[in-house]
């Protein structure tokens, strides 16, 4: 069940506070970019860079990404290992607020997000 219309508006208030603090400055920006998307009742950051061999295109590698469970009233929050599969965050698996998931991932106390 995808998460209210109210929620995907506070939870893209803050994915942009959070991407305004972490994003390179507007000069690099075509190097390298940080975003966003909200499905369902998950959203997931992700880096933008040039595809390396074809610097016209663009390609995203997810890194975090958080899920509401309504029925348990919290987040679950993963981060995207080298097989390109999502796994729970071990330190932190679980946020009751949002906040707290974009708090964890700025803090990367196991350089799992950001390296």
Request: glycine content about 2%; charged content about 35%.
């Amino acid at each position: 069940m995808a998460i209210s219309e109210f929620e995907v508006k506070r939870c893209e208030r803050e994915v942009e506070k959070f991407l305004d603090k972490r994003r390179p400055p507007a000069h690099m920006r075509n190097q390298l970019d940080f975003g966003y998307r909200i499905e369902n009742q998950s959203v997931e950051l992700f880096e933008v860079r040039p595809v390396w061999n074809k610097p016209e295109e663009q390609t995203e590698a997810p890194f975090a990404k958080a899920t509401y469970v309504k029925k348990e009233k919290l987040w679950k929050i993963y981060w995207q290992r080298q097989d390109l599969k999502w796994h729970s965050y071990t330190p932190a698996p679980t946020a009751k607020y949002f906040e707290d998931f974009l708090s964890i991932v700025s803090d990367d106390a196991n350089a799992c997000f950001f390296g």
